[in-house]
């Protein structure tokens, strides 16, 4: 199966880019972690604040390692152990004794419990997972059926809350895509989770992407981002940025692509997505890709069923300690990360009891949270740091490469009638309501000379007048 061509999206722009974060220090205005390239930045007028979404600090949950059906790791471990010729006892584990199968029972009730609590995240569905079976072919050991009734749950039940991300094309062997089968070597070079991407271009990587991508639109998944699993593209890192910008703009059509590679789950590093390779934003075709940030441990249950970290480390039961309390309480998005494997733990469930108390916690803990879907979170982001906001005596100038739903922003103004947005011939008048908690879009508070307005941001131009 020869790779299709991938849109090109101005390499011009990104080598140029590359060069300039090179030139200095070569890390760009990320910091060492990242070690990406973050592209444009417009102007902002002073005193002029871009908040979270409605006054509130975004949530989520991550999920790696699931599919359809197959209980991917029993059959990774294996792959694994061979890959480091049985040298590594972290791959000793009893794989033999786990089952096969996370049964579609178990998803319906897990997402349906997710949905009643307005849960909302990024849900993997790993397209050839460990080299069993494709989903748009056939899965042995399960019948055409079951396979199809599968794939129908994850759009009816989580589709509507939950991102969908290819996890690279197995999450184990690498895919020869001349031939469509993993390459004979099953050395970390050529397992998706160690060393393939090390030294390859972001053409290769693209079409490698643009492939998981293509197996899960052929079923009907839309993606519009993309999972790294294990090590996937850690030394390859602005390859990883600008081969997910142009794989997922190619067979996704979409306007923001981003993707997971980082966490940190301990510190005072930023966990703030941040906006790469940002380009053309004054352009009819503006461009940047995100990078999602994990903020914490799998402390669910891991993915090979191993003891879990407990609810504790995520938020204590009195809600005072924890990761996640320091994350939201310096209003940032607090996005964890966990394994199906181990939220199912081997027909337990551990991982999933362990999520409801955290939820639970948060919900009594926090009265400002809003749960997202990392595409909603992604696009917020685009939206907050490129678009450039002049302002005059009466009103704000906004232009928006990206439209966003509830851009808030808080800037001083004297007293004077209530804020109104208008684009183009359109019109819309903000209701004034009583403090940021009441915040929804169309709508706006003060405090003191203080103001903060939400509402639907239109790409392109418009302008907010407050006088």
Request: with cysteine; net charge neutral.
């Amino acid at each position: 199966m020869q790779p299709r061509q991938i849109l090109r999206t101005d390499r011009r722009d990104f080598l140029r880019l590359a060069a300039g974060a090179a030139m200095t220090s070569g890390l760009g205005a990320f910091g060492t972690s990242s070690a990406q390239v973050p592209g444009q930045r417009p102007s902002r007028a002073v005193g002029v604040s871009v908040l979270g979404p409605r006054s509130r600090v975004p949530v989520g949950l991550i999920i790696d390692d699931s599919t359809c059906l197959v209980n991917l790791n029993r059959f990774a471990m294996p792959q694994f152990d061979a890959a480091f010729s049985g040298a590594a006892a972290v791959y000793h584990r009893p794989w033999r004794e786990w089952p096969v199968e996370i049964p579609d029972a178990f998803v319906r009730k897990f997402g349906e419990w997710c949905a009643a609590a307005g849960v909302k995240g990024k849900y993997s569905i790993v397209p050839f997972p460990a080299c069993v079976g494709r989903i748009d072919r056939m899965l042995p050991g399960w019948t055409p059926q079951e396979l199809r009734d599968s794939i129908a749950l994850v759009q009816s039940v989580m589709a509507p809350n939950w991102d969908i991300h290819p996890e690279m094309t197995t999450h184990t062997r690498v895919i020869d895509l001349k031939t469509g089968h993993p390459f004979e070597e099953s050395s970390p070079k050529f397992m998706e989770n160690w060393e393939w991407t090390t030294g390859r271009s972001a053409d290769e990587i693209a079409a490698y992407m643009a492939h998981a991508l293509r197996i899960l639109k052929d079923v009907g998944l839309h993606c519009d981002g993309i999972t790294t699993p294990g090590s996937f593209g850690n030394k390859a890192l602005p390859q990883l940025a600008q081969a997910t910008l142009e794989a997922v703009r190619d067979v996704s059509k979409s306007e923001v692509p981003h993707y997971f590679r980082h966490l940190f789950d301990k510190g005072d590093e930023s966990v703030a997505p941040r906006v790469e390779l940002a380009a053309g934003l004054d352009g009819p075709d503006p461009r940047c890709v995100v990078s999602i940030i994990g903020c914490t441990g799998d402390w669910t249950g891991g993915w090979d069923c191993t003891t879990p970290g407990g609810a504790d480390k995520f938020i204590t039961a009195d809600g005072r300690h924890g990761r996640l309390v320091d994350v939201i309480t310096r209003g940032e998005p607090a996005l964890m990360v966990a394994h199906w494997t181990g939220i199912y733990f081997n027909g337990y469930e551990v991982g999933f009891e362990i999520f409801k108390q955290v939820v639970g916690r948060l919900h009594a803990r926090f009265d400002n949270l809003l749960w997202m879907k990392l595409g909603e979170v992604s696009r917020y982001w685009a939206a907050k740091e490129l678009t450039r906001i002049g302002r005059d005596e009466h009103a704000l100038d906004l232009h928006a490469p990206f439209a966003c739903a509830d851009f808030t922003v808080r800037f001083e103004a004297m007293p004077g009638r209530a804020p109104v947005l208008r684009a183009g011939a359109e019109e819309t008048g903000l209701k004034e309501v009583a403090g940021p908690l009441g915040l929804s879009s169309g709508t706006w508070c003060r405090a003191g000379n203080q103001v903060t307005a939400c509402f639907a941001l239109p790409r392109g131009v418009s302008r907010l007048s407050f006088a």
